[in-house]
């Protein structure tokens, strides 16, 4: 985070964080970069205290604050789910012009998110992966920044019962969303329902493209359709990376309270998207290095942020959250996406070299 950056967030939340007391209270300054030293390097909170000489108690105190009041600042800005179409549309000409994917809206993930064993919760938080966690799904846009998070379902949750119970999946079937039915798929005259992107984890469904099983792949239109997709969705992975690599308090169990844990992750995610949003000319937090590349030929060169995250670290991916077999709507859907990359309009030209 720059020095304009943290001047600014600091305005932003000095109205939010400002006492009245007999005692002088900490400055705002100094209780958000407390709070911001905590996130980043993940240091434990006594640790914190006696680098900045306050009282771990203090400590304890000032980080859910902080983090409830970037969430409340900066959330209806920079994470603010679209409300009208032409946002939407927006998104997905983004991803079509960076990502080739048409009608694309995100790319969706979830993660179980290690935490240490709240008190008296039995096994409410400890999933079948064998550790106590949260669950935090999130869908991204083609520029690294989240759109929507939903934090706060028990990791010993189903992992289908964990996206059924979200309510991006409820607007999307209950079509509450300003999103236009359906637009021309580029340089056709077709038009095709807008659709999330995910992994074979997730259901397919019309609002929500998947790859085919690639144990039962039957041509290379198929190959080259999960080529495709997995090129556009790769962006939430790259954003999880890099919010695990960049807030390293990410990178071990969280020993805090349950609500404090909730108000980290949602500060964390506000935060990503801030310093992103506000620093695009110049961003060292999302520099080449540190995000997945493509060379000439689309071979893809690994990011920085893979090299910094343990095998066994804080985020692991949620297990099957669908059905393989999706609608007769939603398997045409994919069909005619599938023929259209390998058309004349659609193709790109490394997509065969990939596949083959």
Known sequence: MSVEQFDNLNRLLKPKLKKRSRREPLPTEIRIAVTLSFLAHGDKVTTTSLFYRIGRSTVYSIIPEVCNGIWEVLQPTYLRCPQEAHEWLKIANEYNNKWNFPNCLGA?????????????SGSAFHNYKGYFSLVLMAIVDACYRFIWVDIGNYGSLNDAGIWSNTTIKQAFESNTLSVLAAYPVPNTNYPLPFSLVGDEGFPLKTYLMRPYAKRNLQNNEQK????????????VENAFGILVARWRIL???????????????????????????????????????????????????????RNEIRENGFINPLGRVGANIGTAAAMRQRDILAQYFVSAEGSIPWQWQRIL
């Open 108 to 120: 969706i993930d979830g993660k179980h998110c290690r935490i240490q064993a709240p008190p008296n």
């Open 224 to 235: 080259i359709f999960n080529y495709r997709l997995s090129r556009a969705r790769r962006i």
């Open 251 to 305: 990178q071990k169990p969280i020993a805090q309270k349950l609500s404090t844990v909730e108000k980290i992750l949602q500060a964390i995610t506000c935060l990503h998207n801030y310093i992103i949003s506000t620093n695009l000319n110049d961003n060292n937090y999302l520099h080449d290095e540190m995000i997945d590349k493509e060379g000439v030929d689309g071979e893809i060169i690994p990011g920085n942020w």
